[in-house]
């Protein structure tokens, strides 16, 4: 009997290892196409192309994988997992738990939240650099292809883009063969490669970066910027796990993703010492003439498939931004129907193609976009290691000793990598900073914009119990079901008293509804609703999603006939405020700047009725007036 169970654990483990290829692995497995270019060519600080020189930055990329993606993301960090899920905004929502004072609630939130916006950084540079850096092999066939490098490479993207709409549910199945095709062509190419020069397995051995460091000092440390590009991805890795869990990210990584890797950087480095004219492009030069143009086809769709995976990740973590009250409601379409967590975000998804198409034809190359790219990925890596100190310190209870040998370790190495990265922003480092800022203030413009709101609604309403027990009772009753939605339940609802002053009447049962989003991912059904009764008309309902959970107040309504309340949609009506902000001069509350981007992001927020998956011939909406 067992036989067949431990046969179907290891059929599942074995398809989640192929869709973690796919999906996971598809940012890191893409860097191949630039890292060992950019570290021997790039504009900046190229590390000049000897014997040793080769042999050192090769022992650099090795260990740079070993310990930054296997040491620190596949064995450790995603050992920090929230409830199974991954990535900075789950790592901040767990660590928000055992901060110990409002100053130390109030810094973790903001270096997560940073950390969130700079990985939005990387959800525009990967598309650019990734499908770039594929384009670019037609150089090497003929420089006739140069001129339609840049426009090509716009046609991929616009076309990945526009397909976002219908989802990945279908063509998801055919990302984890083409990346065993992709990683297996990677080992291949290297192989073929290194026989011609095995002197390159020296770099196995740690020696050899340690001996170049040494040598050649602050050479060494402006190489990190660009020997980062082999590690970017990492933060993928954390992110995407709850999709797939940890077993089958770990078995792809060391079974297959690692040893392809740098099976392959050693073969560009062993071409370099064979050919060092190979630096024009040692990732192509490394196929056969007769192998270039299907190369090129190859790793244009590695490259879409890298792109998907950010494209995707920046949608998920809008949703986790949204629910947990960081960003304005958006439309959130749902692509599949039996995964939960693929969903389309329309605004989101061509604000990152028209940031994605600047790039392009702003920067123009892929080293020109190298520069850009490692300080969004190296100051994520630095938050999510600092966040991590604080759950292994206080939830995992490890010494503080341990804490700092462990990770104050992987820290030191993080901000080695990320101050080597602060040479290149003048060259293009500035955009994933500034792009994180903006985005940053957005987020904590919005939180704070809202608690105001919330303040001033609170302020100005009527205490509940005072409206249940004085003033509810000498209104008409009217037949019928009606729910208010309200942000607190000590508060009586404006739209309840708009309703009353347009209607002169109550229905003959009224729920007072409240949404909340704990910090967790999922909330399981037998918690999702709690039911108040307060007397024969008047009920209150919280409903809890966790940030990850599909919002479906109708759905989650069902749930009240467990405890006593029994409610029929046809019969039920949604009554929603709409607030009208007017902002008030000098009052001081928020910089005018701020103001004016709360006022406006409060006027373009997605309603509430489609958020909540309401039926839309059941949703009353009554406005009001709200001086900030």
Known sequence: MSQPLQSGHTSRTAA????????????????????????????????????????????????????????????????????????????????????????????????????????????????????????????????????????????????????????????????????????????????????????????VSPLPALNFFMAHPMLGFLSLGASVLAVTGGEALYADMGHFGRKPVQYAWFGLVLPALVINYFGQGALLITDPKAIANPFYLLAPSWALYPMVILSTMATVIASQAVISGAYSLTRQAVQLGYIPR???????????????????????????????????????????????????????????????????????????????????????????????????????????????????TWKRGRELVHGRLAAEGMPLDQFVGFMAPAVPKIQGTAIFMTSNLESTPHALLHSIKHYKSLHERVVLLTVETPDSPYIPQDERVRVARMNEQFYQVVVSFGFMDEPNVPAALELCAAQGLELEMMDTSFFLGRETLIPKVGAGLMTRWREKLFVTMFRNAGSASSYFMLPPNRVVELGTQLVL
């Open 16 to 203: 989640l290892t192929l869709a973690a290829l796919g999906v996971v692995y598809g940012d890191i497995g893409t860097s191949p196409l630039y890292t060992i270019k950019e570290i021997f060519a790039n504009p900046h600080s190229p590390v000049p192309m000897t014997h040793d020189n080769i042999l050192g930055m090769l022992s650099l990329v090795l260990w740079s994988l070993v310990v930054i993606v296997a040491l620190k993301y596949v064995i450790f960090i995603m050992r920090a997992d929230n409830k199974g899920e991954g990535g900075i905004m789950a790592l901040m929502a767990l660590v928000l738990h055992h901060a110990e004072s409002k100053k130390q609630t109030a810094f973790l939130m903001l270096l997560g939240l940073f950390g969130a916006a700079l990985f939005y950084g990387d959800s525009v540079i990967t598309p650019a650099i990734s499908v770039l850096s594929a384009m670019e092999g037609l150089e090497v066939a003929t420089p006739a292809f140069t001129p339609y490098i840049v426009p090509l490479s716009l046609v991929v993207l616009f076309i990945l883009f526009v397909v976002q709409k219908h989802g990945t549910a279908r063509v998801g199945a055919f990302f984890g063969p083409i990346m065993i095709l992709w990683f297996a062509t990677l080992a291949v190419l290297g192989i073929m490669s290194i026989v011609r020069a095995p002197q390159v397995l020296a770099a």
């Open 330 to 444: 958006m439309d959130v379409q749902h692509t599949s129907k039996e995964e939960a967590g693929q969903i389309y975000l329309p605004g989101v998804n061509w604000v990152l193609l028209i940031a994605v198409a600047i790039l392009v034809v702003g920067f123009g190359s892929s080293t020109k976009l190298a520069a850009a790219y490692g300080i969004a990925v190296t100051g994520t890596m630095v938050i999510t290691t600092i966040l991590t100190f604080i759950v292994a310190r206080y939830r995992w209870h490890w010494s503080p000793l341990k804490c700092n040998l462990i990770l104050g370790g992987f820290l030191l190495v993080d901000i080695a990598y990320f101050s080597a990265n602060t040479f290149k922003i003048m060259d293009g480092g500035w955009f994933p900073l500034a792009l994180g800022l903006f985005i940053f203030l957005v987020m904590t």
